[in-house]
């Protein structure tokens, strides 16, 4: 008997529909991107537990025919590319033509549509396609005579094990909504729905981009939202911000390639590495990166969901994602101070750097002095000798002494490092490493790695002596590799801690007193770093508070 055999096909396509339905959240992906490709300005999803029973998507889209809607749920069937050339310029969602046939596979599915016709000719454009196509009687998609009703029930009902694998219904659910919310931001002139065992899980009314992206990231109404563009080399990159909005998870961070959502993780790490000194460790941003690039400069068919996607300029689009963040804070950081004026850059002055721990000022002795007013505002004192208080146009600024300090001491060292000579340090045996590319290696050698190429592998023989502190070297290695191919960045976690923490702990601490000299000084210094928002680990320096919100307090307004 020969080992090898063809698979029967209805085997075959229960294979095949694993790679496409994974759960209902994927199932309801496939259906959404098949409405927003028809042009539908209205989708319903209804679930019944949680889309194991019963999964309904209504839409008011462009509708099939009697002869399309015979073919739809064949395999490889699509109306989105006829020719091999397609695949370079494609405009849609769907393309591959397996949505439908994949769920038909594991799922009881019946489909009906109708074509955009006037009233009159609505009896013969409504069609029904189940286990046979038939003519059905005259009725509206979402109050429309045309569109597309489709019903998927009993999911996985006869692939019993893919239900074991299913998370309880709330989880189930709740990737429903989050993959509808990822869709529903770049499709702001469609309508959403979810309803979920009669519940109204989820509506999106048809509005402005802005304002579905306020909706969808945080449903807040003092939602402050900061939106900058950048082009470069015939891409273009819209960064759109929830400022002051930090969460303990991921799901609010949203990147889409030409209308179409990715995860891709060299992207997600370009997002978050402008935001290493800005927000506290585990902290997540709310935002939405948009990405345009010509077609045939990016592959959107190397994953079976489509999620994930390569770029044929992918170190240049990283890079252009990262400046458009930094301009964000250019434009408005986290928290702007009542002192900075938002917009006429500040000039620091030329200062001498203070030197901790300080040294209290003899004038300390001297109760009687007056206080000046300082050009940040005017000083007012401090807080459990921990918060400075700077006064000025009806708003009070506070200052964590021991943070602010932080910053000052940490970039300080920082730039000592970059400016003093660097030593290596041999090591006892070379490392081995993947051959990358030569501007990696290039890079590495300049700051301080010595490198040697042999047999398709590269061996680093020294390292810079600041790297002593550590763990496994060629685990750091292999990290410092991928963070370069990202985002360029020089310096490994340990080094980062080891600076870090020698700032901590030669900075000042919170309860000791402060002159009022010392406070100015504290307070110029600080704003001559280039992050002066926040501590090396994402800590606040400072807070503001105006007087609006002080008269709340009191009940005086």
């Known amino acids: 008997m020969p080992s090898i055999h063809i698979l029967p096909p209805v085997l075959a396509a229960r294979i095949a529909a694993g790679e496409v339905t994974e759960r209902p959240a994927s199932v309801i992906k496939e259906l959404i991107?098949?409405?927003?490709?028809?042009?539908?300005?209205?989708?319903?999803i209804k679930l019944e537990d949680a889309g194991k029973a019963l999964i309904e998507c209504i839409d008011d889209g462009d509708g099939m025919d009697a002869e399309d809607l015979a073919l739809c749920m064949e395999r490889h069937a699509t109306s989105k590319i006829k020719h091999l050339e397609d695949l370079l310029s494609i405009h849609t969602l769907g393309f591959r033509g397996e949505a439908l046939g994949s769920i038909r596979a594991v799922a009881d599915t019946s489909i009906s549509s109708g074509k955009n016709a006037s009233y009159n000719q609505i009896r013969s454009t409504s069609?029904?396609?189940?286990?046979?196509?038939?003519a059905i009687e005259p009725r509206f998609f979402i109050h429309e005579p045309h569109g597309t009703h489709l019903r998927i029930e009993s999911l996985f009902a006869q692939t019993p094990a893919r239900l074991k694998f299913l998370k309880k219904n709330?989880?189930?659910?709740?990737?429903?909504?989050?993959?509808?919310?990822?869709?529903?931001?770049?499709?702001?002139?469609?309508?959403?729905?979810?309803?979920?065992?009669q519940r109204n899980i989820l509506f999106y009314p048809t509005e402005s981009q802005q304002s579905r992206i306020e909706r969808v990231l945080v449903s807040n109404e003092r939602l402050t939202l900061i939106e900058k563009t950048h082009s470069d080399a015939g891409m273009q990159v819209t960064i759109l911000w929830a400022k002051d909005v930090s969460l303990p998870h991921s799901r609010k961070i949203f990147s889409f390639v030409n209308e179409r959502p990715v995860r891709d993780p060299l992207i997600q790490r370009a997002i978050l590495a402008p935001f290493r000194q800005r927000l506290m460790p585990g902290s997540m941003p709310a935002i939405v990166c948009l990405i345009s690039m010509p077609p045939d400069m990016v592959d959107v068919n190397v994953h079976p969901h489509k999620l994930e996607v390569h770029f044929s300029e992918s170190t240049a689009?990283?890079?252009?994602?990262?400046?458009t963040i930094e301009d964000c804070f250019m434009q408005q950081p986290i928290t702007t101070p009542s002192f900075v004026s938002p917009t006429t850059p500040w000039t620091p002055p030329t200062i001498t750097p203070i030197s901790p721990p300080f040294v209290p000022y003899e004038l300390?002795?001297?109760?009687?002095?007056?206080?000046?007013?300082?050009?940040?505002?005017?000083?007012?004192?401090?807080?459990?000798?921990?918060?400075?208080?700077?006064?000025?146009?009806g708003k009070l600024t506070l200052v964590d002494q021991h943070a602010a300090h932080e910053r000052i001491r940490f970039e300080e060292l920082e730039k000592q490092f970059h400016a003093s000579s660097i030593i290596s340090q041999q090591l006892l045996f070379p490392e081995h490493l993947n051959l990358p590319p030569p501007a990696l290696v290039t890079m590495l050698e300049?700051?301080?790695?010595?490198?040697?190429?042999?047999?398709?592998?590269?061996?680093?023989?020294?390292?810079?002596?600041?790297?002593?502190?550590?763990?496994?070297?060629?685990?750091?290695?292999?990290?410092?590799?991928?963070?370069?191919?990202?985002?360029?960045?020089?310096?490994?976690?340990?080094?980062?801690?080891?600076?870090?923490?020698?700032?901590?702990?030669?900075?000042?601490?919170?309860?000791?007193?402060?002159?009022?000299f010392e406070a100015e000084e504290l307070i110029t210094q600080l704003f001559a770093c280039d992050h002066p928002w926040n501590c090396p680990h994402g800590r606040l320096t400072i807070y503001e508070l105006n007087e609006t919100t002080l008269s709340k307090w009191f009940q005086r307004t």
Request: proline share 4%; hydrophobic share 40%; with cysteine.
């Open 33 to 44: 991107e098949n409405a927003l490709d028809a042009h539908a300005l209205h989708i319903v």
């Open 127 to 134: 069609w029904e396609s189940h286990l046979q196509l038939r």
């Open 170 to 197: 709330a989880v189930e659910v709740t990737a429903v909504k989050d993959c509808m919310e990822r869709l529903a931001i770049v499709h702001p002139e469609c309508a959403f729905e979810l309803h979920s065992d």
């Open 317 to 323: 689009l990283l890079q252009l994602i990262r400046n």
């Open 364 to 393: 300390m002795t001297q109760p009687s002095l007056e206080i000046p007013h300082f050009p940040h505002g005017r000083y007012r004192g401090a807080l459990f000798d921990t918060y400075l208080v700077f006064e000025k146009d």
């Open 446 to 516: 300049k700051n301080g790695f010595c490198c040697e190429e042999s047999n398709q592998e590269l061996l680093i023989t020294a390292i810079p002596a600041a790297w002593r502190q550590g763990g496994d070297i060629k685990a750091r290695l292999h990290g410092l590799i991928a963070r370069l191919e990202a985002d360029e960045s020089i310096k490994d976690e340990p080094l980062f801690e080891a600076l870090a923490s020698e700032a901590c702990h030669s900075s000042i601490r919170a309860g000791d007193t402060l002159h009022i």
